[in-house]
């Protein structure tokens, strides 16, 4: 189970949580880190719920579920353990049981709700004394225990730990048994009982150090939580900075983060702020790295501090209000009632007091059942209604305020005496055992010397009885060796008969066996060429398929390539290209016309070159895209001006993409997307392999897409699906069902702060192909 941690700033029985809870959340590796992964196998599971016959599949599958979301969703955890709970229930069917009960009182400790919690892991102890495992009974009265430790009933506590490292011990489970004494010494810590709760950390160290466990690392978490209480700084940061080590050389980034997170903390109590920060941002960095989004929210508290001390407002809300997306999001309401107060706290001090007022509400309300928080929000209310000039509400609150701690000292003064007694009457109880003790061992003294006699008395009368049953024997011994003459013979004549008929039937016995094997080793030769004749059979028929779909794929994609350099080779292109280069040699520009008609001759050739090809290099696409867009330019009299960036790691003349698969985009651009525009236009196309993909954008600074799809006559060339965009569209599904890839375009405008268009983007992902 791994509840959630609160802060050190909050009240003893939230302080007992922070520690120990940290300890949970880090002994589960990498749980974070492999958030999206889990999700992947909960879908799984799910699917499997929904498909299946089988009742217990479903029951188990259900349990596995919720132990997957327990800690990240407990709210989920409770619906979906719920599920299999009534499905148990309605069945009868006691598999996956074990793990429901658990993860139910998991959730409810993950939301705080203790009684909740242990209502259920008291069904799951009994039924694990009805299976009579012993383990699951251990593992169960761990989980009380941690219960009672949360409402600081230490006595119960500790007797549970004892008896679960009792059978942890009998079962010679060593790792077991030492986080049972890491648990015995958090319940000792809670008590502040620093000694006697470092000598079981420290043994738990001994015992993961001598197994090579990475149950080290977290001990050394708990020694250095010892001595920080004790103040005894150096040694903490020691012990810390050696549990880091160890997580670093096991590759566990989670629990190096969160190790960081704690020095931090301890630089915070010596008050070297600048070591503090330093090592509170490097914690964010490594945890940000693996997501582990509880340690980010402690983080994050503390820096909205931070940045409330030195009136940087702004800050502290951007830290505070991501801490309460995660109090939301887990369910964590002591996180949630705490952000929002802070949030409170920074619109009191900007002097914005009806936000204030607002936040304070909405702490009060998820505080209901954190009492510890509410003394200090009415506080803030009264701070509030008296800047409001509300003297009723002051009044309201002050009361409330009043009453409140009130109720607390008594609660405090009741447990502090509910200990005491719980300690005298355990001194009393001992000292009547012991009285007891000593009687017993009296009354067990004259007992020992009774039996005694009555065993040699009983020695006497066996010995009696031994020797008439020896004189009884040797007369039967007599008339049995008579007997036994006559039984030799007997047996002589009957292993002479047995010796024939054994020797026939292993005669009879090889044969049937020569035989059986002859039969059985034909039919496996016929059956292997029966096989392998059908398995032949099967996979010519299965190229013969893929060949003839690989043909159709060819000759559609060739199709389709065909349809796509008619559209970019139409009359109306090649006609404004001879046009351009007319108007250029009667304004005498002879140069100018003839480099226009060389780019247009190299532009026809590479076209006519790739038509014929599935696949060119980027290189060649891109002198393509450069000739086309400088016809363009001659054409519109440099109208807009364009650049091509390539990620310097992309080798282009490796990097094969399909024949003229940018064109159509920069064609909607020049043409459509600076209609009436006639300066300042740009074109810029950029190009990065994105994991498997190649990801081609081309922007501009146009009329923008969403313009023109409203507009009744459209002035770009972004229509609903234009030839050439469609065109694309059918090239990419033919690729995608060649190459199994997942090919495809997005077409965007691109806004300003405003909302204003600015531009379009085209967003071409394309299968991130080498030349063989």
């Not at 010519?540 to 690989?550: D, G, I, N, P």
């Not at 009329?703 to 694309?728: C, D, I, R």
């Amino acid at each position: 189970m791994k509840p959630p941690i609160v802060p050190e700033k909050y009240s003893l029985m939230r302080k007992t949580l922070f520690f120990t809870i940290c300890i949970l959340l880090s002994l589960v590796k990498g749980s974070i880190q492999m958030y999206a992964q889990q999700q992947l196998v909960i879908d799984s599971l799910l699917r499997i719920v929904e498909s299946t016959p089988s009742d217990s599949v479903r029951i188990c599958n259900l349990g596995e579920v919720a132990w997957l979301y327990y800690n990240v969703k407990p709210a989920m955890a409770l619906e979906y353990a719920h599920q299999g709970l009534k499905l148990s229930e309605k069945t009868g069917i006691n598999q996956g049981l074990s793990v429901i009960l658990n993860t139910l009182g998991a959730a409810h400790t993950t939301m705080g709700n203790f009684d909740s919690a242990l209502v259920y892991y008291e069904r799951s102890l009994d039924f694990a004394e009805k299976m009579k495992d012993t383990l699951k009974i251990a593992a169960v009265k761990d989980n009380i225990s941690s219960i009672y430790l949360y409402k600081r009933n230490y006595s119960t506590a500790l007797k549970l730990r004892e008896e679960s490292n009792k059978i942890y011990k009998k079962a010679e489970k060593t790792l077991l048994l030492a986080h049972g004494y890491v648990w015995i010494g958090n319940i000792y810590l809670s008590q502040d009982k620093f000694d006697t709760a470092l000598q079981y950390y420290l043994e738990a160290k001994r015992i993961f150090e001598k197994e090579n466990d990475l149950g080290e690392a977290y001990a050394l978490i708990n020694i250095g939580t010892v001595y920080r209480r004790m103040k005894h700084y150096e040694q903490a940061i020691d012990n810390l900075e050696r549990s880091k080590e160890l997580f670093k050389e096991a590759g566990d980034l989670n629990n190096v983060g969160t190790s960081l997170y704690r020095i931090s903390t301890i630089y915070f109590d010596i008050k070297d702020r600048e070591k503090y920060l330093e090592t509170l941002f490097e914690a964010e960095e490594v945890l940000t790295s693996v997501g582990n989004e509880y340690f980010l929210s402690l983080i994050y508290s503390r820096l909205s501090d931070e940045y409330k001390l030195i009136e940087d407002y702004e800050r502290a809300l951007f830290y505070l209000n991501k801490t309460l997306v995660y109090g939301e999001k887990s369910g964590a309401q002591d996180v949630t009632t705490i952000a929002r107060h802070g949030i409170a706290t920074i619109y009191y001090a900007k002097q914005e007091y009806t936000t204030a007022l607002d936040y304070l509400r909405k702490a009060e309300q998820t505080a209901v059942n954190l009492k510890v928080h509410l003394p200090q929000i009415y506080l803030d209310y009264v701070r509030v209604y008296s800047r409001l000039n509300e003297p009723d509400s002051v009044e309201k609150y002050v009361y409330a305020y009043s009453s409140l701690t009130d109720s607390l000292f008594s609660d405090k003064t009741i447990q502090a005496v509910a200990d005491i007694q719980a300690k005298y009457d355990s001194e009393k109880k001992e000292k009547e055992i012991a009285i007891l003790n000593l009687e017993n061992e009296s009354i067990e003294h004259e007992l020992e010397q009774l039996n005694q006699k009555n065993q040699i008395n009983q020695l006497n009368y066996r010995q009696s009885l031994i020797e008439n049953e020896n004189y009884r024997q040797s007369l039967l011994l007599a008339e049995t060796e008579r007997e036994n003459q006559r039984s030799e013979i007997e047996v002589m004549t009957l292993n002479e008969e047995i010796h024939k008929q054994s020797m026939e039937h292993e005669k009879r016995t090889k044969q049937l066996m020569t035989l059986g094997f002859v039969i059985v080793f034909l039919a496996l030769i016929v059956t292997t060429i029966f096989i392998f004749l059908w398995y032949t059979n099967k996979k010519k028929k299965e190229k013969a398929l893929l060949q003839q779909r690989a043909a159709e794929l060819s000759k559609q994609l060739m199709e389709i390539n065909m349809k796509a350099l008619n559209f970019q080779l139409n009359p109306h292109f090649i006609f404004n290209c001879v046009q351009t280069v007319e108007f250029l040699l009667k304004e005498s520009k002879t140069e100018e016309s003839m480099e226009s008609l060389r780019k247009f001759s190299n532009l026809t050739r590479l076209m006519l070159e790739s038509m014929s090809k599935k696949e060119i290099p980027l290189e060649q696409e891109l002198e393509i895209i450069r000739f086309y867009m400088d016809l363009e330019k001659t054409r519109y009299i440099n109208s807009f001006s364009y650049s091509i960036e390539v990620d310097r790691d992309l080798d282009t003349e490796a990097t094969m993409v399909p024949p003229l698969i940018l064109q159509p985009f920069v064609e909607n651009s020049i043409k459509h997307g600076f209609a009436g525009k006639e300066k300042g236009n740009e074109i810029k196309i950029s190009i990065r392999p994105i994991q498997n993909n190649l990801l081609c954008e081309i922007t501009d600074n146009g009329l923008g897409f969403s313009a023109t799809q409203q507009a009744k006559t459209p002035v770009s060339g972004y229509k609903k699906e234009s030839l050439g965009l469609k065109l694309t569209r059918e090239r990419l599904q033919v690729i995608n069902k060649m190459k199994n890839a997942s090919s495809s375009f997005t077409i965007e405008d691109i806004l300003t702060e405003d909302n204003k268009t600015k531009g379009t983007r085209v967003s071409l992902y394309l299968p991130n192909t080498s030349a063989a």
